[in-house]
């Protein structure tokens, strides 16, 4: 029998009307010691499924389930609350994604440990002897020694810590020490790392893969990223709009994905080491809401093989057959198990594919990337450095006291050509979005300068040419919410710089206001529309849209992707790209994608505590990178086409550890990544390395670089 | 935190200074002078212009008001006329049946409203919570001595079952002492207690949605514990600030209370003060009464650092 059995299980959402159904007909099951990850987009119902099966939607919303989900022979839709609670932390646990909400504020790390013991005495309140004291002393040395094995430096103190006194690494190392307080059979973690940097992602992913197979324990992981699951699944279900559409071994579901969708959404990962020749995979539309009725399958609108039954008749999740020496070639390392069931819903399932060869030809190897060497610089930064107070208060006074504050920007040099793709990666704190703000002149530079063609920006004065500037370089946000203004239409904001920087009135407007909206791919429609009424992608259109309006060479596009979904990044990105084609924009694109940023970039600046460590094309970046820091980020970049799969033992603590303070790493003097950094040598501990051109084209700060 | 509390004492300085300032000269504009008040109707004319000479009412205002600022500074804050003695001691002596009101009633509105809002904010569809805003809204809206002139008449006049006037000390008869204090506290807290609901419903119905409540029911707690050991130390918070900046209010009212039922306190020292032009008196009670306000917020604002962890960073 299975850990957890879940057939037909149903969340609806009591409406004013009808209600609405969020999941529908969920059947899977999860064995003891199995790792399954759920993947979705957003609006795909992940979420939902796993708050109902903890029985947790409810409390936050009007909703009911139906069907069955037997955890060890417990029906949980059956089950009331009371019983749900004695069940909760006990067999069944959750981690969730944003650590620092999910803790309460106000508590220290240990009293919310301990108190997840006081619900469920059991064990280790007899073992204990009896009385209160004994069973919180016995819960204490538990939480100390959990917070050791997920790896909290300082156990004990930690205890006394509150949350907003560890960073989000740490917060989330203790949240899933607390869920594991009573050692529960299925541990579920929603998302748990998608606000976390890619390298402590991938130490959180490593922790959770060692606790798991210590623990014989039973995982489901619900995510949005294929790489992620590709990392650490055994078997992976795909859900889409409230349904599953393909369940099956990790090796399978990405070598020969049989549903359209999943291979389309798989499609959508940009593929490292592959430039995008022209465009990116994307997947047109998006998904419906799944309250939406749509006869047949809820695919078939944005599918490319959809036929009549499809849009007549849904299909159900039946088995296909497994491809014939996919699954035998990689077997799982979890091999304890038999390869299960491949299920699909589909009418016409892909077919069967052999391991992927296609596309080689594309590779870099082959792909000569033109030098962008030769042409005239555009965007020139000499020595540019930001320093912010240490409190809003000395701001504003202006302090220029140069002690304290942080230096968030700290000497960054690079020219960028006319007409280039310019990427900007780099871990939160890293200084990216300042940079990229400062050459937009949202802010100036603490020393250093910047030019633009040839306007040198600190010099800007006067209104004149300070329009003049701002029409020619622009900035696109990646909160798609907050940068337009909620109670203006689509059409007003986008002609707001036409209007705020141009003679451009009236008609001659309205009509530029159109023709933009149609540049980036949105109908005329639209016009009149309110930013609430779009999605999140349309609404990213509507801000390009906005920036280009009064022909700008150069676009700052601060993580423009980030909020959307995979599908939808690329139908944002190849407008980006077809712009600079036919406008010969100039672009700076600030993201922590790296995926992304190697198949889309011409050259890539990856930055680090304020710093630009290196400076190279794509092609080099992945083959041959020389700061170890990108390598670092490399290594930890999760990539569905090629996974690195997480195990107990692919911890490297030297080089990926230290997910703590950044913000307490001396930088005043020697390198610093010399912390984390595996080639560390006594000269990096005193002098600061400079960026320096290793090769022609790659450019890198640092004493010992790679090659 | 002893910045804080520095910055704070501080502030009280410039708001006494303020305070003083004002009521110095809003009491000169009330028609009359204390001889007049002093020597009542039959006085002749030089009676009253020789007291007004003696009690230095005669000076330009100005050399007045810079008499008293200089005497304030020295610790000396007059005279009252009607007492006949100084005017500290004389607040100091006024001062128990205040702070018995305030702090009485603060108390038992806090105790009243926590499971009220409580329940309001976690059972949003229930009677109680549909009924809450219209229920806070009249205990807002209604006049306080309205309030108290109505409970007189039903309790004191109607029913005769508790006394509608006067003061026992708790020392000499506590039974007694409560008997009295129950009219004027009710109608304290009908207002303040309205308050509290509305403010702590509020801040509870938004921390319910915290999402370390789902952490907290993801282990196991029940709903109560949920409720009172996750929700209300947070939902608190924004009530600590509520509560002490509403103190100010009760002490207004108090003044109010007082005078209907008839309480020794400084709300009766001050109607009396005012009708009989004692200025000093009236200066004296003011004063103290915006110390009481800014050293209960100062408090609050010390709870508040304590409570929540986020603001003691700095």
Redesign the interface.
């Known amino acids: 029998m299975s850990l957890l059995d879940v057939a037909d299980f149903t969340v609806d959402l009591d409406g004013e009307e009808a209600p609405i159904s969020l999941v529908r007909e969920l059947s899977f099951s999860v064995e003891r010691g199995e790792f399954l990850c759920i993947v979705g987009e957003s609006g795909s119902g992940k979420t939902v499924a796993a708050?109902s099966l903890?029985r947790?939607l409810e409390?936050?919303a009007p909703a009911s389930q139906t069907g069955e989900a037997l955890l060890d022979g417990e029906d949980l839709v059956a089950a009331s609350?009371?019983t749900m609670?004695?069940?909760?932390?006990?067999k069944i646990?959750?981690i969730?994604q944003?650590a620092m909400?999910?803790?309460?504020?106000?508590?220290v790390i240990g009293a919310q440990l301990i108190?997840?013991v006081q619900?469920?005495p059991g064990e280790l309140g007899e073992s204990a002897g009896s009385g209160r004291r004994g069973l919180v002393e016995a819960a204490r040395a538990k939480a100390v020694d959990l917070l050791r094995q997920v790896g909290i430096p300082d156990p004990v103190g930690c205890m006394g810590k509150?949350p907003?006194?560890l960073s989000g690494g740490m917060q989330q190392r203790a949240?899933i020490a607390?869920?594991l307080?009573?050692d529960p059979e299925l541990l579920i973690a929603d998302e748990p790392t998608t606000a976390l940097d890619v390298t402590i992602q991938a130490e959180i992913l490593t922790l959770l893969v060692r606790l798991q197979r210590e623990r014989g324990m039973a995982c489901i992981l619900i995510t949005h990223d294929m790489g992620v699951a590709a990392e650490i699944a055994d078997r992976v279900a795909v859900m889409y709009s409230g349904r599953l559409v393909e369940i099956g071994p990790v090796q399978e579901i990405l070598a020969s994905p049989r549903h359209p969708y999943t291979r389309a959404l798989l499609e959508c990962v940009p593929r490292v080491g592959l430039i995008a020749q022209k465009e990116l995979k994307t997947i047109p539309g998006s998904v419906p809401h799944p309250g939406m009725h749509l006869p047949g399958c809820r695919f078939a609108p944005r599918c490319h093989n959809a036929s009549d039954r499809c849009t007549s008749v849904e299909p159900a999740l039946t088995p296909v057959p497994v491809a014939v020496g996919v699954g035998a070639a990689a077997a799982p390392p979890a091999a304890a198990f038999p390869p299960g069931e491949r299920l699909a819903a589909c009418w016409h399932p892909e077919p069967a594919l052999q391991p992927q060869d296609a596309g080689e030809s594309a590779r870099f190897a082959d792909a000569l990337v033109a030098p962008s060497g030769g042409a005239e610089p555009y965007l020139v930064l000499d020595a540019v450095s930001k320093r912010y107070a240490a409190s809003a208060r000395s701001e504003s006074l202006g302090s220029r006291r140069a002690s304290g504050g942080v230096l968030a920007v700290d000497n960054a040099s690079v020219s960028i050509a006319k007409g280039e793709f310019f990427g900007l990666v780099g871990e939160s704190g890293s200084g990216k979005s300042t940079l990229g703000r400062l050459i937009a002149k949202l802010e100036a530079p603490t020393s250093g300068s910047i030019s633009v063609g040839d306007v040198s920006v600190e010099q800007l004065k006067g209104r004149k040419r300070v329009r003049s500037f701002r029409r020619d370089v622009q900035i696109v946000f990646q909160d798609t919410t907050g940068s337009l203004d909620p109670r203006q239409t689509i059409g007003r904001s986008v002609s707001e710089p036409l209007r705020s920087l141009t003679d451009v009135r009236g008609e001659a407007l309205e009509a530029r206001a159109k023709e933009l909206l149609e540049t980036v791919g949105l109908p005329l429609a639209y016009f009149s529309k309110m930013p609430s009424e779009l999605s999140g992608g349309q609404r990213q259109r509507v801000a390009i849209a906005r920036a280009i309006a009064c022909d700008p060479r150069l676009v700052v596009a601060d993580e423009p992707t980030s909020a959307l979904d995979v599908s939808v990044q690329g139908q944002i990105v190849n407008v980006l790209r077809r712009l600079q084609r036919e406008l010969g924009l100039t672009y700076v694109f600030i993201t922590h994608n790296l995926s992304l940023v190697l198949s889309v970039a011409d050259r890539i600046g990856v930055m680090y505590l304020g710093a630009l460590v290196e400076i190279a094309d794509a092609a080099t970046l992945v083959r041959a990178p020389a700061h170890p820091y990108t390598q670092v980020l490399l290594q930890a970049n999760p990539d569905p086409h090629n996974p690195r799969r997480r195990t107990p033992d692919t911890a490297h603590p030297q080089a990926l550890g230290l997910d703590s303070e950044t913000a307490l790493v001396d930088r005043t003097q020697g390198c610093r990544f010399r912390d984390r950094c595996p080639r560390r040598q006594e000269r990096c501990d005193v002098e600061s390395p400079e960026l320096t051109e290793r090769q022609p084209g790659q450019f890198a700060a640092c004493h010992f670089p790679l090659n | 935190m002893a910045g804080l509390v520095l910055r704070r004492i501080r502030d009280l300085v410039i708001v006494l200074f303020l305070v003083g300032t004002a009521m110095f000269f809003i009491i000169h504009l009330i028609p009359g002078n204390p001889a007049i008040a002093l020597l009542g109707p039959y006085a002749t004319q030089e009676q009253i212009a020789d007291l007004t000479a003696s009690l230095g009412l005669d000076q330009p205002l100005f050399t007045q008001y810079v008499t008293w600022l200089g005497n304030l500074v020295q610790g000396d804050m007059g005279s009252s006329l009607i007492f006949a003695q100084p005017v500290l001691p004389v607040i100091l002596d006024h001062v128990t049946p205040t702070i018995l009101l305030a702090l009485g009633s603060t108390i038992i509105s806090a105790v009243i409203a926590v499971p009220l809002a409580i329940h309001a904010a976690a059972k949003p569809r229930s009677l109680w919570a549909r009924m809450v805003t219209p229920v806070t809204a009249f205990g807002l809206a209604m006049p306080s001595f309205w309030l108290a002139l109505v409970l007189v008449l039903v309790f004191g006049v109607i029913f005769q079952v508790l006394p509608t006037s006067g003061y026992v000390d708790f020392g000499s008869d506590p039974g007694e002492a409560v008997k009295y204090l129950v009219l004027p506290i009710v109608v304290l807290v009908a207002h303040q207690a309205a308050l509290f609901v509305a403010t702590l419903r509020e801040s509870m119905s938004g921390e319910l949605?915290?999402?370390?409540?789902?952490?907290?029911?993801?282990?196991?707690?029940?709903?109560r514990?949920v409720l009172y050991?996750?929700a209300l130390?947070?939902a608190l918070?924004p009530a600590i600030t509520v509560i002490g900046s509403s103190f100010g209010n009760v002490l207004g009212g108090v003044v109010v209370i007082e005078t209907v039922f008839s309480i020794p306190g400084w709300g009766q020292l001050l109607y009396n003060g005012i009708t009989s032009r004692d200025y000093q008196l009236i200066i004296g009670v003011t004063l103290m009464i915006a110390v009481v306000y800014v050293v209960v917020n100062l408090i609050a604002d010390l709870l508040y650092l304590v409570?929540?962890?986020?603001v003691r960073?700095r």
């Open positions: 708050l903890m947790l409390f936050t609350q009371e609670a004695g069940l909760r932390g006990r646990a959750m969730f944003e909400e999910a803790l309460n504020p106000t508590k108190e997840a619900q469920h509150y907003h006194q949240m607390m869920a307080m009573c | 949605l915290s999402l370390y409540l789902r952490s907290a029911r993801a282990k196991g707690v029940r709903e514990g050991r996750h130390p947070n918070l409570a929540d962890p986020r960073v």
